[in-house]
T-cell receptor, first 114, second 112 residues
């Protein structure tokens, strides 16, 4: 248990569906991240939020829409996805104003687009 | 961003010591070196972090030479459960993103 909780753990959705991934942390962290990890590939940083403000968007397609209503919650809204979007989606949090902070990851959501 | 270079894969046997070296020639003065472990279908897990010299915890040791252009993660007496991907990250945690850009990592396979 890392203190970062992601739901759901598994999700199967059609290309025309709309779904949302949820991430929650009660570690008091002010930075939250979304990563995508395709099969046997490195983690790809998608979005970064610092103090609820989006500070990084790594050229992610608009069919992925993040939302950070407060420092403890992060969502990833999904719509009209493609099969190649099937992957493990990981959320992480850290305290960016600490010099030697470590990041805590959730268990991830395994997404399959059919 | 300081780029890191690690071996793609390593093999070992149970009970052996494993050393994984990471090169980071462009490390900046404010950068820390952090290692994570990732099992299949799970999020990465923090192992150890250091700035210079040697750091040891209950899981591993981290050796950093004086020039800080490389670092070595040392896993003593590995077991089958240490089979995982190990990532070396270099960055200044104060900026958030720089500290959490992952490279390809080193896939460690421990054999019985």
């Amino acid at each position: 248990e890392t203190g970062v909780t992601q739901t759901p753990r598994h999700l199967v959705m059609g290309m025309t569906n709309k779904k949302s991934l949820k991430c929650e942390q009660h570690l008091g962290h002010n930075a939250m991240y979304w990563y995508k990890q395709s099969a046997k590939k490195p983690l790809e940083l998608m979005f970064v939020y610092n103090f609820k403000e989006q500070t990084e968007n790594n050229s992610v397609p608009s069919r992925f829409s993040p939302e950070c209503p407060n420092s403890s919650h992060l969502f990833l809204h999904l719509h009209t996805l493609q099969p190649e979007d099937s992957a493990l989606y990981l959320c992480a949090s850290s305290q960016p104003d600490k010099k030697n902070t470590e990041a805590f990851f959730g268990q991830g959501t395994r997404l399959t687009v059919v | 961003l300081a780029k890191t270079t690690q071996p793609i894969s390593m093999d070992s046997y149970e009970g052996q010591e494993v050393n994984i070296t990471c090169s980071h020639n462009n490390i900046a003065t404010n950068d820390y070196i952090t290692w994570y472990q990732q099992f299949p279908s799970q999020g990465p897990r923090f192992i150890i972090q250091g700035y210079k010299t040697k750091v040891t915890n209950e899981v591993a040791s981290l050796f950093i030479p004086a020039d800080r252009k490389s670092s070595t993660l040392s896993l003593p007496r590995v077991s089958l459960s240490d089979t995982a991907v190990y990532y070396c990250l270099v960055g200044d945690s104060g900026t958030g993103r720089r500290a959490l850009t992952f490279g390809s990592g080193t896939r460690l396979q421990v054999q019985p």
